[in-house]
Nanobody, 114 residues
Framework: QVQLVESGGGLVQAGGSLRLSCTASGSIFSPYVMGWYRQAPGKQRELVASIGGRFSTSYIDSVKGRFTITRDNAKKTVYLQMNSLKPEDTATYYC????????WGQGTQVTVSS
C-alpha cells in the first residue's frame, strides 16, 4: 500500500518562498506521473503541477514562472519550489499520482499573508 507524506508548508508573507516535499513509500515510484494538488477552503482540489517519469512538467497558468516541480526517483520524493507566493496560493497542498491515484496523505498547509 502506498503512503504519501507531505511536508514543508508554513506561514509566509506575500513574495516569500517555500519548498514542499512529498515522499512515497510502499510502491514503485519512477514510472508514475506525480502531481501537486491544492485545496483552499470551500473550493475543489485542483492539480497545480505535474511531472512525468522522464521529468516533463506541466503547470496551471496561475503558477507558471513561480512554481517549479522536480522529483528524485531514487528517494521516491517529489518537490514543489514555490516562489513569489501570493495570498491566493493559500491552501492545503497534497501530492499524488496523477493517473491511478492512491490514498491521499494529510497534506501540508501553506498560508500566505498579505
Amino acid at each position: 500500500q502506498v503512503q504519501l507524506v507531505e511536508s514543508g508548508g508554513g506561514l509566509v508573507q506575500a513574495g516569500g518562498s517555500l519548498r514542499l516535499s512529498c515522499t512515497a513509500s510502499g510502491s514503485i515510484f519512477s514510472p508514475y506521473v506525480m502531481g501537486w494538488y491544492r485545496q483552499a477552503p470551500g473550493k475543489q482540489r485542483e492539480l497545480v503541477a505535474s511531472i512525468g517519469g522522464r521529468f516533463s512538467t506541466s503547470y496551471i497558468d496561475s503558477v507558471k514562472g513561480r512554481f517549479t516541480i522536480t522529483r528524485d526517483n531514487a528517494k521516491k520524493t517529489v518537490y514543489l519550489q514555490m516562489n513569489s507566493l501570493k495570498p491566493e496560493d493559500t491552501a492545503t497542498y497534497y501530492c499524488n499520482r496523477v493517473t491511478s491515484p492512491t490514498d491521499w496523505g494529510q497534506g501540508t498547509q501553506v498560508t500566505v499573508s498579505s
